[in-house]
């Protein structure tokens, strides 16, 4: 998947080059809070960043939300086809494949190549989601930006990341009510923005853990 002389670059290489070589940071974990996680923070987050622009889109992937978080609650297994399922409700259509050409993003500034190896690749990525060596913060954070540098959607693939970090954090019970400082920009190549969203990520879930704890005991 690498780009030779005369060809574009593949920003997706460049994420797969410093993916295994990220200095993932570490982080000591919140004091658990009883009761179910608080999800208000990604329906808020949908709510200011789409509800402006088409109410029915803003329904579909508020449903999407809702599916994500009925299969965190089941525990289910992260795979492309459960991400599939819910972007099928987030584009309104009744299929969504793996996409078939390369993919652009950031006006054009990033190239996701596509090989025959590219789907395996990402199903592999998506496999580590869980991974036990890896804080939670960390392995959220490498997880959600597989989705934005593979792209594997035609169309919505902002949406499936984030849709995605809700599953991850609610199937571990891990609550997150403010979403909106995740929202910045992530580049391909930057191992060290990719520790960087780890570590804001680690803070999040620490503050919102606080929140809620002294929230149940007041």
Avoid at 160 to 172: D, G, S, V, W
Avoid at 196 to 206: E, F, K, P, R, S
Wanted: net charge neutral.
């Amino acid at each position: 998947m690498t780009s030779g002389p005369g060809q574009p670059k593949d920003n997706l290489a460049d994420w797969l080059l410093i993916r295994p070589e990220i200095s993932w940071p570490s982080w000591r974990g919140a004091s658990p809070a009883s009761g179910p996680p608080a999800r208000d923070g990604f329906r808020n987050f949908f709510m200011a960043t789409r509800g402006g622009r088409d109410s029915e889109e803003t329904a579909r992937v508020l449903t999407a939300l809702n599916l994500a978080f009925a299969d965190a609650e089941q525990c289910r297994t992260l795979t492309f086809a459960l991400m599939a399922k819910w972007q099928r409700t987030v584009l309104g259509r009744d299929l969504v494949d793996f996409r078939t050409m390369p993919a652009f993003a950031k006006g054009r500034r990033e190239r996701y190549g596509l090989a025959p190896d590219t789907q395996a690749r990402f199903e592999r990525c998506l496999s580590e989601s869980a991974q036990p060596n890896l804080p939670l913060p960390s392995h959220a954070a490498r997880t959600h930006l597989d989705i934005l540098f593979f792209h594997p959607f035609e169309d919505g693939n902002a949406r499936a990341a984030m849709l995605t970090l809700a599953f991850i954090l609610a199937r571990e019970g891990v609550p997150l009510d403010q979403v909106h400082p995740l929202q910045t920009t992530r580049w391909a190549d930057d191992a060290e923005g990719a520790a960087d969203l780890a570590v804001l990520l680690g803070i999040l879930i620490t503050a919102a853990e606080s929140r809620l704890s002294h929230r149940r005991l007041s």
